[in-house]
C-alpha cells in the first residue's frame, strides 16, 4: 500500500520562527510536491521536485523553500514563519510516468498554525 | 493558467444520483483526475480519464470531452459516506505538475 507520511499532523509557530515540515514516501517516486490548502482557494502549488536535489518552485513560492537530498524525503522550510502562512499544508508523490501508476499520492497533511 | 472550475456546493439526498462538473481551460494535459477529500483528511483517488469518454469504476464514473474543455464525476447510490469535496485536477508535464480545481463541497443528506 502507497504510503506518504508527514513528520506533523498539527503545529503551532510563532511569528519569525523558521518552521521545517518534513515528508517521506516509501514508494521510490520520483516526483514530490507540496501544496497549501485554504478555504475558497483550493489547492496551491508550492514548489515541487522531480528528482533528488531537484526543485521547481510552483504557484506560491514566495517565503517557502524546500530541500530534496534523498529520494524518498521533501522537506518544506518556511524560513521566517508569517501569520498568511496558517495552512492546510500536503505533501505528495507521483511516479515517474511509464513505472507503474499515474496518479498523484497525498499525505495526510499538516495543520500550521502561526501566531 | 489552467482556469478550472467546479460549483462551490452541491445538496443530493440518500440513495440519488448526483454529477459533479469540472469545466477547464488549457493549452494541454495528460490525463484529468478525480480525488475526494473527506473534512480534515487528505485528497484520495477515485477516477481518471486520459481519452475522451466514460470511465466506471463501481458507483463512480467520470467522462471526459477534451473538444468541450468538459468532464463531470457521476456518483450513483449516493451513501451518507458520500460527503465529502470532490476536485478535479489536471495533470501536466506526464506527471510532473498537477492542477486541482477548487473542489465541489458535496452534502448527502438522509
Known amino acids: 500500500d502507497v504510503k506518504v507520511t508527514q513528520s506533523s499532523r498539527y503545529l503551532v509557530k510563532r511569528t519569525g520562527e523558521k518552521v521545517f515540515l518534513e515528508c517521506v514516501q516509501d514508494?521510490?517516486?520520483?516526483?514530490m510536491f507540496w501544496y497549501r490548502q485554504d478555504p475558497g482557494l483550493g489547492l496551491r502549488l508550492i514548489y515541487f521536485?522531480?528528482?533528488?536535489?531537484?526543485?521547481e518552485k510552483g504557484d506560491i513560492p514566495e517565503g517557502y523553500s524546500v530541500s530534496r537530498e534523498k529520494k524518498e524525503r521533501f522537506s518544506l522550510i518556511l524560513e521566517s514563519a508569517s501569520t498568511n502562512q496558517t495552512s492546510m499544508y500536503l505533501c505528495?508523490?507521483?511516479?515517474?510516468?511509464?513505472?507503474?501508476?499515474?496518479?498523484?499520492?497525498f499525505g495526510e497533511g499538516s495543520w500550521l498554525t502561526v501566531v | 493558467g489552467q482556469n478550472i472550475d467546479q460549483p462551490t456546493e452541491m445538496t443530493a439526498t440518500e440513495g440519488a444520483i448526483v454529477q459533479i462538473n469540472c469545466t477547464y481551460q488549457?493549452?494541454?494535459?495528460?490525463?484529468l483526475f478525480w480525488y475526494q477529500q473527506h473534512a480534515g483528511e487528505a485528497p484520495t483517488f477515485l477516477s481518471y480519464?486520459?481519452?475522451?469518454g466514460l470511465e466506471e469504476k463501481g458507483r463512480f464514473s467520470s467522462f471526459l470531452s477534451r473538444s468541450k474543455g468538459y468532464s463531470y464525476l457521476l456518483l450513483k447510490e449516493l451513501q451518507m459516506k458520500d460527503s465529502a469535496s470532490y476536485l478535479c485536477?489536471?495533470?501536466?508535464?506526464?506527471?510532473?505538475?498537477?492542477?486541482f480545481g477548487p473542489g465541489t463541497r458535496l452534502s448527502v443528506l438522509p
Open positions: 505528495a508523490s507521483s511516479p515517474r510516468p511509464g513505472t507503474g501508476g499515474n496518479t498523484i499520492y
Open positions: 514508494m521510490d517516486h520520483e516526483n
Open positions: 521536485s522531480y528528482d533528488v536535489k531537484m526543485k
Open positions: 488549457t493549452s494541454g494535459f495528460n490525463g
Open positions: 480519464n486520459v481519452l475522451d
Open positions: 485536477a489536471l495533470g501536466l508535464n506526464y506527471g510532473q505538475n498537477f492542477v
